[in-house]
Nanobody, 124 residues
Framework: VQLQASGGGLVQPGGSLRLSCAAF????????LGWFRQAPGKEREGVSC???????YYGDSVMGRFTISRDSSLNTVYLQMNSLKPEDTAVYYC???????????????????WGRGTQVTVSS
């Protein structure tokens, strides 16, 4: 069971990036999926999550700028990030869990499987 995140990089403020998280060894179709991030000196926070039924969560700081989606045929979850700001700079992690209450969708301890992080740096 493995999650592999990719797509991070250096981007200027106002730019866009799309993160991908591919699953290997299991199907994401019936899993809740989440993107979390951790900036230096800060706690890990939930960025965006999607339940197995398609319900989505977005953190207040990314609402309207980020979009989470899944492609079951590719067994991949995406995070489209637009209008990036320097405060979006962090290591981004994808996570998956087969069972989670909607009220706990954005809680990192709810997730069983984690990918390695991918660095996103927003700077001019």
């Amino acid at each position: 069971v493995q999650l592999q995140a990719s797509g991070g990089g250096l981007v200027q403020p106002g730019g866009s990036l799309r993160l991908s998280c591919a699953a290997f060894g299991f199907s994401l179709e019936n899993f809740a999926l989440g993107w979390f991030r951790q900036a230096p000196g800060k706690e890990r926070e939930g960025v965006s999550c999607i339940s197995s039924g398609g319900r989505t969560y977005y953190g207040d700081s990314v609402m309207g700028r980020f979009t989470i989606s899944r492609d079951s045929s590719l067994n991949t979850v995406y995070l489209q990030m637009n209008s990036l700001k320097p405060e979006d700079t962090a290591v981004y992690y994808c996570a998956a869990t087969p069972r989670v209450a909607l009220s706990a969708l954005a809680v990192d301890s709810s997730y069983d499987y984690w990918g390695r992080g991918t660095q996103v740096t927003v700077s001019s």
